[in-house]
T-cell receptor, first 115, second 112 residues
Framework: DTGVSQNPRHKITKRGQNVTFRCDPISEHNRLYWYRQTLGQGPEFLTY????????KSRLLSDRFSAERPKGSFSTLEIQRTEQGDSAMYLC?????????????FGSGTRLTVV | QKEVEQDPGPLSVPEGAIVSLNCTYS??????FMWYRQYSRKGPELLMY????GNKEDGRFTAQVDKSSKYISLFIRDSQPSDSATYLC????????????FGKGTTLSVSS
């Protein structure tokens, strides 16, 4: 296992289009998180899954955003009707139940550019 | 006022210097404090993890937490060009299954 994998690495889309990102966490990790990072800012929490259950969502996650983790393994983050303000790096992280935040491993992110 | 404040820098130092990075926070419920390092076009990588107040040392890195002042620090001794990166402080209320609140990050450049 080589860590948290995110695809695609880069995505350029036109305003109004839908986009979907994928995250494959470390296989034994049951917790999965999505964050968004804009230029010059720290990551901002979007949502959190424990196994397949989505347990927490930030107010940043508008109704245009939806995340799933159907079998408690990989996760997808979809943005509908993209806006220029959605341009950011979308980071996925995973951790195991026993390690808590100490074992929080981030992927390299998907950079979204909305034109 | 943001929950976590961090001076974005940039900070430039010569190789071998001692670097001090700091964050302040407003939420007294934070109990878990972390420092992450982020290289360009990469995800953040955990450097240090501290629970409550006190010091923790790991090689050239020392993390300090002062909960009474709501102030945390990361010291880097004998800085190297490979330390050039953005350093992010992060904190949380609970140990697991909770959002991390990040500072903006401080960009550090170490010249040889």
């Amino acid at each position: 296992d080589t860590g948290v994998s995110q695809n695609p690495r880069h995505k350029i889309t036109k305003r109004g289009q839908n986009v979907t990102f994928r995250c494959d966490p470390i296989s034994e990790h049951n917790r999965l998180y999505w964050y968004r990072q804009t230029l010059g800012q720290g990551p901002e929490f979007l949502t959190y899954f424990q196994n397949e259950a989505q347990l927490e969502k930030s107010r940043l996650l508008s109704d245009r955003f939806s995340a799933e983790r159907p079998k408690g393994s990989f996760s997808t983050l979809e943005i509908q009707r993209t806006e220029q303000g959605d341009s950011a790096m979308y980071l996925c992280a995973s951790s195991s139940g026993s390690a808590g935040n100490y074992g929080y491993t981030f992927g390299s992110g998907t950079r979204l550019t909305v034109v | 006022q943001k929950e976590v404040e961090q001076d974005p820098g940039p900070l430039s130092v010569p190789e071998g210097a001692i670097v001090s990075l700091n964050c302040t926070y407003s939420n007294s419920a934070f109990q878990y404090f972390m420092w992450y390092r982020q290289y360009s076009r990469k995800g953040p990588e955990l450097l240090m993890y501290t629970y409550s107040s006190g010091n923790k040392e790991d090689g050239r890195f020392t993390a300090q937490v002062d909960k009474s002042s709501k102030y945390i620090s990361l010291f880097i001794r004998d800085s190297q060009p490979s330390d050039s990166a953005t350093y992010l402080c992060a904190m949380s209320i609970n140990q697991a299954g909770t959002a991390l609140i990040f500072g903006k990050g401080t960009t550090l450049s170490v010249s040889s």
